[in-house]
């Protein structure tokens, strides 16, 4: 089933690329998660009308994935995921607005779907996940919460192998289908069910003879000088943008 | 339907982040409350909801073909989990379901985090599955035809809340120029389709759990429940009100500390610098072409930076190799 092997291949894919080593992969995890919440926050700031505003954040994504080493490719097709709904809303501007109005707010919009989405998927692609459940856990998410964000992502792949085995097996034994009949659905998400229960108690069979209690474990590591440095900079950069338009004053300097 | 930060105003962004984040407390408090020892937490939970997690992921990627239609649906699931976890658990569940999709799958953002718990999660689990599946499950007993009927009206509701609450945050936040009515016109039928078929899925799942492992189903339902469901809609749209309220404040009274620093800005570097209120003007009337030009060199400025990095990285990478 294609949307269940892609979706293993891409996690696979960002957990190897948040293994690199680059510059940004050394920056402390909370420094990254900070700055990426700050820059989107400043981005979605912006009216709808201010296209030349928006234009300069474009250094943010560029330069970071330049020196992370990510693949240009891979960031824009996870991005074209992001896409329908945005579009929907930007060219119902189009249709709802005056035309120039419309162009322009609908240029916006998708700038800024480009924008947030890759600094979403940078972060991730740049940090290990646990490390991010970890600054949560720092940051006075319930440590609950943070224990379960941690273990779903590693039984991700445990369930979604078992529902790509269920689903091929019935695939094979039904001939010209694309999917599950609407009929044959509830056995096959109840069996799913059944098994993840049976899988659960195993996982918590084994866990518990490894001393589980329920604590959430992680090693605190301070930040370092560069990492503040990297915050104010990211943050000060983004907040002095959105005061001051650098495209206009280029143009204007033209 | 997720929602994107794109469409979204900092301040419904924020207003429905601190909701949610209520929302995950106030689950958190319940899960240790249920347990015996309020110290710790029954840990034995924490693996089924993490399997049932990801059990929810994998099964929302399994399409399942709609008869006479030709198109496919999959299940968004929050009511399945209510259903066999508990409405709490539930809401927990989905919300590491969710930050894990807009992580790693782009599917809404990190801003947008908080409106697609509330609308997916809060709507489903809380709202929709506390005021109709609950009771008619607890009225009726458990069997087929009362777990259809609860799973079917219980989708229904969550999925129509759910598609409301899009329309009213992509509304607030303006970002979108759709008209409220004709939006919510397109969404809530649409949703109203989804939420049948969704309910009917649920139902079938619900049912042959039942038929097979009744356990699970049953435990679940006889526990009592302290919190009243209208009670917790009436906290959460008071909180909603005040934190939108408090933040809105703030972010009018922003405009006027930009407006102050653009001015000095002005004053000091003697140049004309745009700001939102005028943004239009100085795009359309001022300097169209000056606009046009500044961006692209900037874009071309970003580009080239991005490839000098890119070049000196292959260097040093090949001096190294040499």
Redesign the interface.
């Known amino acids: 089933m294609a949307s269940l092997y892609h979706a293993s291949v891409n996690i696979s894919n960002l957990e190897q690329l948040a293994m690199q080593k680059s510059i940004i992969h050394k920056i402390h995890p909370m420094a990254k998660l900070i700055s990426a919440i700050v820059y989107i926050v400043v981005v979605i700031s912006f009216s709808y009308k201010n296209i030349t505003g928006l234009v300069p954040f474009i250094f943010y994504p560029v330069i970071l994935i330049s020196l992370a080493n990510i693949p240009y490719k891979f960031l824009l097709k996870r991005t074209v995921i992001a896409l329908p709904f945005s579009l929907m809303a930007g060219i119902s501007n189009i249709i709802f607005m005056p035309f120039t109005d419309g162009m322009i707010s609908f240029v916006a919009v998708m700038l800024k779907t480009f924008l947030t989405v890759f600094a979403a998927l940078i972060l991730i692609a740049t940090t290990p996940f646990t490390e991010i459940t970890h600054q949560l856990n720092i940051l006075r998410i319930p440590k609950i919460l943070c224990l379960l964000i941690v273990m779903t992502y590693r039984y991700l792949s445990v369930l979604m192998t078992e529902a790509f085995i269920m689903h091929t097996a019935y695939i094979l034994r039904s001939h010209k289908q694309n999917g599950i009949k609407l009929k044959d659905i509830g056995f096959f998400l109840g069996q799913l069910v059944l098994k993840s229960f049976d899988r659960a108690e195993r996982v918590y069979n084994s866990m518990k003879c490894r001393g589980f209690d329920g604590t959430y474990y992680g090693k605190y590591s301070g930040m370092r000088i560069s990492d503040i440095v990297y915050i104010v900079v990211v943050a000060g950069l983004a907040i002095f943008l959105r005061v001051f338009n650098l495209s206009l004053f280029i143009g204007g300097i033209i | 339907?997720?929602?994107?930060?794109?469409?979204?105003?900092?301040a419904v962004?924020g207003a429905m982040t601190a909701v949610s984040v209520g929302a995950?407390?106030l689950s958190?408090a319940k899960?240790?409350n249920t347990s015996e020892n309020p110290d710790?937490?029954d840990?034995?939970k924490?693996?089924?909801?993490?399997?049932?997690?990801?059990?929810i992921?994998?099964?929302q990627?399994?399409?399942?073909?709609?008869?006479g239609t030709g198109s496919?649906g999959h299940?968004g699931g929050g009511i399945?989990l209510a259903a066999?976890l508990g409405p709490f658990p539930a809401l927990?569940?989905l919300?590491?379901?969710l930050?894990?999709q807009?992580?790693?799958?782009?599917?809404?953002?990190?801003?947008a985090y908080g409106c697609n718990l509330f609308n997916m999660g809060v709507c489903a689990c809380l709202f929709a599955y506390q005021i109709i599946y609950k009771p008619i499950i607890k009225k009726w007993g458990l069997n087929k035809k009362t777990i259809f009927v609860a799973a079917v009206f219980s989708a229904i509701t969550g999925l129509q809340a759910g598609a409301f609450m899009v329309v009213l945050q992509?509304a607030i936040s303006?970002?979108?120029?759709?008209?409220f009515a004709t939006?919510a016109a397109l969404m809530q039928p649409i949703h109203l389709i989804i939420g049948i078929?969704e309910g009917?899925?649920t139902?079938?799942?619900l049912?042959?759990?039942h038929s097979?492992?009744p356990e699970?189903l049953d435990n679940n339902i006889s526990r009592t429940n302290t919190v009243r469901p209208y009670k917790l809609l009436i906290i959460f749209i008071i909180l909603t009100l005040i934190i939108g309220g408090v933040i809105s404040i703030f972010a009018s009274q922003l405009p006027d500390g930009?407006e102050w620093?653009?001015e000095k800005?002005e004053e000091i570097s003697g140049?004309?610098?745009?700001n939102?209120?005028t943004?239009?003007n100085?795009?359309?009337e001022y300097?169209p072409?000056?606009?046009?030009?500044?961006?692209i060199?900037?874009?071309a400025?970003?580009?080239s930076?991005?490839?000098i990095?890119?070049i000196a990285?292959k260097q040093r990478k090949q001096t190294g190799e040499s």
């Open positions: 339907m997720h929602m994107v930060d794109a469409l979204l105003s900092p962004g995950i407390g958190v899960i240790k710790k937490f840990e034995k924490i693996p089924v909801m993490a399997v049932l997690g990801a059990f992921f994998a099964a990627m399994i399409n399942f073909t709609i008869p496919s299940i399945l066999i927990l569940t919300a590491s379901v930050l894990i807009c992580l790693f799958f782009a599917d809404g953002g990190l801003l992509t303006g970002v979108a120029n759709l008209p939006f078929i009917i899925v139902a079938a799942v049912c042959f759990i097979v492992r699970i930009l620093s653009i800005t140049i004309e610098i745009s939102d209120d943004a239009e100085i795009v359309l300097s072409i000056g606009g046009i030009i500044g961006s060199i900037t874009v400025l970003a580009g930076i991005g490839f990095i890119h990285k």
